[in-house]
Every structure is written in structure tokens, then in C-alpha cells.
């Protein structure tokens, strides 16, 4: 089955205690990014990578960090997280940069910081 | 510079009865715009997509939505709400050229009455 998998789902962590969510696609897609929900506001694109090795910043970009080594997936690391990023993550991906190609989403991963 | 607004947070309709979620976008290049839906707790499913092709443009689940440029609208409809329609919708942008980041509108919860 097509999909976009995410884990952990579900995380609860203290603050400065270094996480990574990972993303992985298996519809060898080329475009992945990663998005925060929090009420209100919608979903803001944190990054995104257009193929392997090629990464930017979205619109919210600050205490993230992502790599891309292999096409399928597209990890995202929080070094030091704070309160301020509790918030429902989900991780997306497209078949090539085109502003045609519709992205498809994974299950999200809720993350609260303590 | 791309942006999008969706006009109502909110919006409440009765069963069997039309719908309307209003877009409205800012873009300096010809846009591709997308409206997904999202359920409850669940992640982000296309609803539909717009890509310099017909103006109006139809969906899943009976939704349609009409590209008007002198108004930089792209209004979402449905002839006729039926319960299971009861979600969050997010109308997204992505400039044609310049860059490779799709911004969200913060949505519109539909509530639909029995």
C-alpha cells in the first residue's frame, strides 16, 4: 500500500531532550516536507526537500533540523526542544517539485513538551 | 509572495443543504491551489486540485471548487451537505514558479446539522 508512515505517533518529552520523528514514503516520491499544526493557525511547512541531499526552510524553521541521505525518508530532529513546540507534526510527500503534484500526508505524531 | 485566507473559521450548514468554504489567495506567480480535508483526528486527504487547466474543477465526495483569478477566489461548494462531511478543510497555494513551499489558510471547521 502507498503511504506516508510517521513514528513515533504519540511522544511526551521534557524540555532539551533531543528527539527525532522520522518520516519514511514508499511511493518514491521526490518531494518531502514537514509541517506543525497548532489551533488557528493552520499548517505551517517547517522544511522541505525537493530530492536527496537538497533541503530549505519553510515558513517556521527555527529549533528544527532535517536530512535527506536516502529518498524514502526525511527525518526531523529536534536538538533541544522547548514548550513552544508542542504541537501535531505531519510529515508529507510529493512526486517531483512540479506545483501540480498533490502531497500526501502521513498520520501525524502529537509531540508534548514538558 | 504567496499567501491565502479562508474567509470563515467556522461554518454551520443543515443536512441535504448547500456548502460554501470561501478562499481567497495572493500570489505574484500563477498559482496551483488544492483544497484538502481533514477529519477528526485523522490526517489530510485531497479533496482537489487547480493547475492552469478548467477553471472549475471537480473533487471527491461531490466537492467542486471555481478558479476565478479577477477575484483571486477559489471558493469550495457541494450541492448538498451530508453528515459524514463534518470535518476541517485547509485551502493550500503554491506559487507556478519562484518557489517550492505550499502555504495553508487555518481552516474552516464544517459542522453539518442533522
Known amino acids: 500500500e502507498a503511504q506516508v508512515t510517521q513514528n513515533p505517533r504519540y511522544l511526551i518529552t521534557v524540555t532539551g531532550k533531543k528527539l527525532t520523528v522520522t518520516c519514511s514514503q514508499n511511493?518514491?516520491?521526490?518531494?518531502m516536507s514537514w509541517y506543525r499544526q497548532d489551533p488557528g493557525l493552520g499548517l505551517r511547512q517547517i522544511y522541505y526537500?525537493?530530492?536527496?541531499?537538497?533541503?530549505d526552510k519553510g515558513d517556521v524553521p527555527e529549533g528544527y533540523k532535517v536530512s535527506r541521505k536516502e529518498k524514502r525518508n526525511f527525518p526531523l530532529i529536534l536538538e533541544s526542544p522547548s514548550p513552544n513546540q508542542t504541537s501535531l507534526y505531519f510529515c508529507?510527500?510529493?512526486?517531483?517539485?512540479?506545483?501540480?503534484?498533490?502531497?500526501?500526508f502521513g498520520p501525524g505524531t502529537r509531540l508534548t513538551v514538558l | 509572495a504567496q499567501s491565502v485566507t479562508q474567509l470563515d473559521s467556522h461554518v454551520s450548514v443543515s443536512e441535504g443543504t448547500p456548502v460554501l468554504l470561501r478562499c481567497n489567495y495572493s500570489?505574484?506567480?500563477?498559482?496551483?491551489l488544492f483544497w484538502y480535508v481533514q477529519h477528526p483526528n485523522k490526517g489530510l486527504q485531497l479533496l482537489l486540485k487547480?493547475?492552469?487547466?478548467?477553471?472549475l474543477v471537480k473533487g471527491i465526495n461531490g466537492f467542486e471548487a471555481e478558479f476565478k483569478k479577477s477575484e483571486t477566489s477559489f471558493h469550495l461548494t457541494k450541492p448538498s451537505a451530508h453528515m459524514s462531511d463534518a470535518a476541517e478543510y485547509f485551502c493550500?497555494?503554491?506559487?507556478?514558479?519562484?518557489?517550492?513551499?505550499?502555504?495553508f489558510g487555518t481552516g474552516t471547521r464544517l459542522k453539518v446539522l442533522a
Open positions: 508529507a510527500s510529493s512526486l517531483g517539485t512540479s506545483p501540480g503534484n498533490e502531497q500526501f
Open positions: 511511493m518514491n516520491h521526490e518531494y
Open positions: 526537500s525537493m530530492n536527496v541531499e537538497v533541503t
Open positions: 500570489s505574484s506567480y500563477s498559482p496551483s
Open positions: 487547480y493547475t492552469s487547466a478548467a477553471t
Open positions: 493550500v497555494v503554491r506559487a507556478i514558479s519562484g518557489t517550492y513551499k505550499y502555504i
